[in-house]
């Protein structure tokens, strides 16, 4: 997340953490990238960011062996964290697609091909057969200006299905960052309301599969 002037806004979290363990980068590496240690000559300065280029290659590479010889409880156990640090994992993984995206723009092989290849070897790896073939659709498109009157009416009406992804994204960001928007009295306002929506969604699915089976009887 960024603040208006274009900056990153620290967040001190798990990532964050002083006394965090070494990963790709050393606890002097993360000092460094943080800025909390700053008596660096400019020559030091240039050594330590070549220092992180090569292992941060190195780590790259390391994922070949990782996806085809770590054992499977053990990638579980990686994606299995404590429900205290869970939101930090959650958030180190969209930053390190990120991170990928944006390096990978000029590449020589697009973010997407690899992306799609990346998908089809996981799911080859589960089906235990390269006979299991995937389609996968990623495309960028930017949220553009979109006509509030009509995504009210839309809502307004309950013409949910017609409400595109664009015009959520956009309506959803419009709403938070207007006056009247209170994320305490939504939060507590959709719990309650939740409730009666899941009864009402679990309604429709049982019905749904009543009328299968009357249709197959």
Do not use: C, W
């Not at 967040?11 to 990238?33: K, M, Q, V």
């Not at 299991?132 to 309950?158: C, S, W, Y």
């Not at 939060?187 to 197959?216: C, G, P, W, Y």
Request: hydrophobic fraction near 35%; aromatic fraction near 8%.
């Amino acid at each position: 997340m960024s603040d208006e002037s274009g900056e990153r806004e620290p967040r001190y979290d798990l990532a964050y953490s002083a006394d965090r363990e070494r990963g790709i980068l050393t606890p002097s590496d993360r000092e460094f990238l943080i800025g909390r240690k700053s008596d660096y000559t400019e020559h030091s300065k240039k050594q330590k960011r070549n220092r992180i280029r090569r292992r941060l290659r190195n780590a790259i590479l390391d994922f070949t062996l990782i996806f085809e010889h770590l054992e499977d409880r053990d990638r579980e156990t990686v994606f299995n964290p404590d429900d205290d640090a869970r939101d930090a994992y959650t958030q180190g993984i969209t930053d390190m697609l990120a991170f990928l995206h944006l390096g990978t723009m000029g590449y020589y092989t697009p973010f997407k091909d690899m992306l799609a290849q990346g998908v089809n070897e996981a799911e080859q790896e589960l089906a235990g057969s390269d006979y299991r073939m995937v389609t996968v659709d990623f495309n960028v498109e930017p949220v553009g200006q979109i006509d509030v009157d009509a995504v009210i009416d839309k809502l307004e009406f309950g013409d949910f299905e017609e409400i595109t992804d664009e015009e959520l994204r956009a309506f959803i960001r419009l709403l938070t960052e207007s006056e009247e928007f209170s994320a305490t009295s939504m939060r507590s306002e959709m719990k309650e309301q939740m409730h009666t929506f899941i009864e009402k969604v679990n309604a429709a699915a049982e019905q749904r599969d009543q009328r299968v089976r009357e249709l197959n009887d």
